[in-house]
């Protein structure tokens, strides 16, 4: 196991990348509400684009999801719990907005 | 270094026999089981989505969200989650017992720390009479963050019988397994503190 350390740093970098991204855009997206710089009505779509770039990160990093072939059932198993929780979730969000706008 | 070895799981340093495609079955099914937990977490996000608002007169979220005790939790729950990739990593290269329980050490440290931030501000929401049963607003706050919290607890627990399994037998290729499925539901967690933090303190007083 002579190339042992280099994949190892190599790992160590990745995580080492994973951990400086996140915090990066964590102080953003406080930093986004904090500081008041976006107008208004930016401030939360700004939060929900830092937030979802922080779970692809953290889902890449720390998760190991990527495109590769061993890796496609993980992925695919996720998009499509994703496609089920949006329906669920949208339509919740859309059944009850539209109750509480006919109350 | 090979870009496959890379991307395989941290900790599944098995080579290619048996254990390692019974490793790789066991991690795909423990991904299931996250799937779920993802479809319970979001389902109460969204539940909370329909409440923002509805605070009933109640507390709302300026004076529930404390957000430097926010920032915080947040930093503690991210360090544990480096922490624990590190402990996986000392783990996957074999650098002895003694170093992975070290960095696992420090990640249940770091989300003990996590827990008492949070439990310190969720008996001040019990001060101000922000109880669950105050709002609609604060039924979905609680639930959510409770969720959370308790899902954080029982990996804290995780970690503790799995300290004493690799005390007890060493790092055999059983151990290591239930280590790598432990990780992923850690940083499963972070994932979800990271929509916590976003969505309901961050966008509340936005």
Redesign the interface.
Known sequence: MS??S???R???R??SIG?IL??VL?VA??A???TGILPRGW??PA??V??LT??VV??RV???I?L?R??R??LQ??LF??L??AI???G??WI??NL?ERM | ??????????GMNLGYGEGARKAEVDV?GF??FL?TD??TF??V???F??MVGATAGGPGPEEVTD?RSI?IQ?ALL?GS??AF??AS?SM??DRGRGRTLIFLSFAATSALGFLVMEFIDLRHLVEIGATPQRSGYLSALWALVGLHGLHVAVGLLGVGSLTGQILLYGLTDKIKSRVTRLG?YW??L??VW??I???VY??G??
């Open positions: 190339d042992a280099d994949e190892e190599a790992e160590r990745l995580y951990l996140s915090v964590t997206s406080f986004t509400v904090t401030a939360i939060l929900i830092l937030a922080q779970i953290h889902l720390f998760l190991h990527d590769t061993q890796k059932e993980d198993l996720l719990t994703v089920l929780l669920m979730g949208f919740t969000l009850m907005a509480a | 270094m090979s870009a496959k070895a890379q991307n395989a799981h941290p795909f991904w299931v799937m993802l479809v979001g389902l996000f969204a539940i989505g329909t957000l920032a947040t991210l989650s480096f990739s590190w990593l996957k290269y992923l940083h499963f972070d994932i990271v929509g933090f976003s969505m961050l966008a007083v936005a």
